[in-house]
């Protein structure tokens, strides 16, 4: 029945009624009638009472609810209705605050599981097909229109503008380019895109959410249980006190005084709001923390383990260099013809290499006869001719030429994966992809600490190189490399000596390890996956300060708790003294309870105030000169790079120097404004972000170092013809490496410092930045 489903409603309603009815009674002279319409407001609250006690015997739990039994009926008992009706009404306000707080607490969280997808429209050879969402198989190709919603998680194969508020909480749309990973459950607000489809629908985001929720009710926190037993271990200590005020006074009213004021809503409700507030500010922060349990553990943790991948890189390789042999294909050419054989594929490289190609503007061919061969690579033919992308066993036979040596050295030494490219059953270049560590990382490790976080562990399956580069970029204090989910485990267990463990992840392999920490935390914005439903904590932003975040949260609400529980409880203890005393009549008592209630209620609540977190708020007008400047940033990835590829071309003879003078051409006439515009514009607006210059002053240093080196270039040049000696080209080479080394830090900083702080809504993608490669053939090396 509908007044079941809101039974605090009704009961707060019908007690508050009663209650002024006999306010109003008592007002104009009706004395009679004010004790009948009080005493049924006793009667009805003492109704909700019993059936509470009922149940909570039923269920063989301890419950206070019986010092407010004892309360209404010993109101009744002295006739005190007045007292006894506040009392109900007291009850039903508490009632109704708990159930709206959890109410409030789920609402984000429910929200996500209303939006689940049901149908997807499949490309067929026969046309588009509108089929169930549980048909769509990995690969499949499918459309979706103007407004509605991705079915299953998938890669784009055309740039899109998705609302996926539904997710993150963002208000506004943004723009993911061809080749990027996009979730179930967004939608697509412009133009219909085509995508493949790289889950099914039972391995999508919406299904993992959906699982999630279930995990994710406001349980228990252990602070909420502690607050639980002393409200039981109250119950005697105030029933003690009421019977010795009656015994020793000789009157009933002292002991009804006492249990009207004694009732713990402070304990009862406080804690439990508190919490819950804290679920709900998490949660639309994009944290989903799974009951207040998992809430209290990550208030207190003070390890921080981090799995590498996913976490403090991207997660996903990005394109950094193409090879080619000398005389051979244009890079472009290559990274086009690749391109367009990928978008066919459902293979985690094949976003890399489409986005990469959409980011230099090349119009990637339309596949056919695209074959999977596994455990080697893909092949087809695009525009034409016979396109096979692998392993280099597939692609190169015989003994590897010196480019193809070349770039496998550069592989090894950047910790890079090589794919191999051949056109026409002929070798024609190789591209390297790397996760790149998000720009972010550090700056997010240190707001870790600013949080409460003592230590900092990277433990990752990588090769040690690798890791322990990662480690020296962000700061971590320890770094573990080569590590099985046994190992992580293992280490788990052994950093516990250092204090509370918080362990986070992405990956299958990272369950484990997420499941023996403390608290678990998945990074699950691309996907619901197995270390999601392991994790006591899931961020569904892909902005990972939003821990430090939910850690300040989680410290704050623990807090409020027990600032509300302290207050409202040394509230209600003197004022059970001061009744047993004889100095408080029920009737105020009544009032007075109510109010403490309100008090502490109203503490508890504060959780739900914004505090000061690490994520940087900038100014509308401040967001767009960044991303106008973060895409020139972007564009000249490529001229990044070509400084060193000419630097490589000068190694050996003959020494032209028009490829060095063509770079610097292009070094004045794009590079310099674009630092200027920057020092102008971008470091000001920095400044305000973090509300200092001291990060800002460093990379004002570096653009005027970028400024001297191509100054020192142009002179460098300026006595040389056009065919130099070996001992002419030294000082050359030695400006070419050293503004390469030079912009290559800058950048970095750049990324970190400034370009990680545009919100993710106003950045054509989220800022994790690789250089783009350079569009020359690399020599034979």
Not at 95 to 116: D, F, G, Q, S, T
Not at 337 to 361: F, N, P, Y
Not at 651 to 663: K, N, S, T
Not at 708 to 724: F, I, K, P
Request: charged share 20%; net charge negative.
């Amino acid at each position: 029945m509908w007044w079941w489903q809101r039974r605090e409603q009704v009961l707060f309603v019908a007690t508050g009624l009663l209650t002024v009815a006999g306010v109003l009674g008592w007002t104009a002279g009706r004395a009679g009638i004010a004790t009948a319409v009080w005493t049924a407001a006793t009667l009805t609250g003492l109704l909700y009472s019993t059936g509470s006690l009922v149940a909570a015997v039923r269920d063989r739990r301890p419950s206070v609810d019986v010092i407010a039994w004892l309360a209404l009926a010993g109101s009744l008992a002295v006739g005190e209705a007045f007292a006894g009706a506040v009392i109900a009404v007291m009850l039903a306000s508490g009632a109704l605050l708990e159930a709206r707080a959890a109410a409030r607490a789920r609402r984000e969280l429910h929200a996500l599981v209303a939006r689940a997808p049901r149908t997807a429209r499949l490309q067929t050879p026969d046309g588009v097909l509108e089929v169930p969402v549980g048909r769509v198989a990995v690969g499949d190709r499918l459309l979706v229109g103007s407004g509605e919603i991705v079915p299953v998680d998938g890669r784009l194969l055309d740039e899109a503008v998705l609302d996926e508020s539904a997710l993150t909480g963002e208000p506004l749309p943004v723009t993911r380019r061809a080749g990027d990973d996009v979730r179930s459950g967004v939608v697509n607000t412009e133009a219909p895109v085509g995508l493949v489809a790289t889950t099914t629908a039972e391995a999508s985001t919406y299904a993992g959410v959906v699982r999630l929720v279930e995990q994710a009710q406001a349980g228990s926190a252990p602070f909420v249980r502690v607050a639980d037993r002393v409200a039981v271990a109250f119950v005697p200590v105030t029933l003690l006190l009421a019977v010795a005020a009656w015994m020793l006074a000789g009157d009933p009213t002292r002991a009804v005084a006492v249990l009207v004021v004694a009732t713990p809503c402070p304990l009862l409700l406080a804690a439990p709001i508190a919490i819950m507030s804290g679920l709900s500010r998490a949660a639309r922060g994009g944290v989903i923390v799974k009951g207040g349990g998992a809430l209290e553990r990550l208030a207190t943790g003070k390890v921080l383990l981090f799995d590498k991948t996913g976490t403090l890189t991207g997660g996903r390789p990005a394109l950094t260099d193409v090879v080619t042999p000398p005389g051979g294909m244009d890079a472009d050419e290559v990274l086009r013809l690749a391109a367009g054989l990928e978008t066919a594929s459902a293979h985690v490289l094949a976003g890399a290499i489409v986005s990469a190609a959409h980011d230099r503007g090349l119009r990637a061919g339309a596949p056919d006869q695209v074959r999977e061969v596994h455990g080697y690579g893909v092949e087809g033919v695009v525009d034409g001719r016979q396109v096979r992308l692998g392993k280099p066993g597939w692609i190169v036979t015989g003994q590897a030429p010196g480019w193809v040596r070349h770039a496998r050295r550069r592989a090894a030494l950047d910790g890079s994966l090589a794919v191999f490219v051949a056109v026409d059953g002929a070798p024609a270049g190789v591209l390297l992809l790397e996760d790149p560590v998000r720009p972010q990382s550090p700056r997010m490790v240190r707001a870790l600490r600013g949080a409460g976080i003592a230590r900092v562990v990277l433990v990752t399956g990588d090769r040690a190189e690798t890791a322990e580069a990662v480690g020296r970029v962000v700061g971590v204090d320890a770094v573990h490399a080569e590590c099985d989910p046994a190992d992580k485990v293992a280490l788990v267990h052994a950093e516990q000596r250092h204090g509370p463990t918080v362990m986070v992840g992405d990956g299958i392999n990272d369950a484990p390890a997420l499941a023996a920490a403390g608290v678990g935390v998945a990074l699950a914005a691309r996907g619901a996956t197995a270390s999601a439903e392991a994790a006591d904590v899931v961020l569904t932003v892909d902005r990972i300060d939003a821990l430090a975040d939910a850690i300040l949260i989680a410290r704050r609400c623990r807090k409020v708790a027990a600032a509300a529980v302290g207050a409202g409880m040394g509230a209600c203890a003197v004022a059970m003294v001061v009744a047993a005393a004889g100095y408080l009549p029920p009737a105020v008592g009544a009032v007075l309870q109510e109010g403490i209630d309100v008090a502490a209620i109203g503490i508890a609540l504060t959780a739900l105030l914004p505090v000061r977190l690490h994520t940087v708020a900038m100014r509308p007008a401040d967001v767009a000169v960044a991303r106008r400047l973060y895409t020139e940033h972007r564009g000249v990835r490529d001229l990044v790079e070509q400084v060193r590829t000419v630097a490589d071309d000068l190694l050996d003879p003959p020494y032209q120097l028009e490829p060095v003078q063509a770079l610097l051409a292009r070094l004045q006439s794009e590079l310099l404004p674009h630092e200027r515009a920057e020092e102008a514009q971008l470091l000001p607006i920095m400044s305000r972000a973090l509300g200092g210059t001291g990060a800002a002053g460093a990379l004002s240093r570096t653009h005027a170092e970028i400024e001297h080196q191509v100054s020192r270039l142009r002179r460098s040049l300026e006595d040389l013809a056009d065919t130099a000696q070996p001992e002419d080209v030294v000082d050359v080479r030695r400006v070419l490496y050293g503004l390469y080394a030079v912009l290559r830090l800058h950048n970095a900083q750049e990324e970190e410092d400034a370009f990680s702080l545009i919100p993710a809504e106003a950045s054509a993608e989220p800022p994790v930045e690789t250089p783009a490669g350079p569009r020359r053939s690399v020599p034979a090396g």
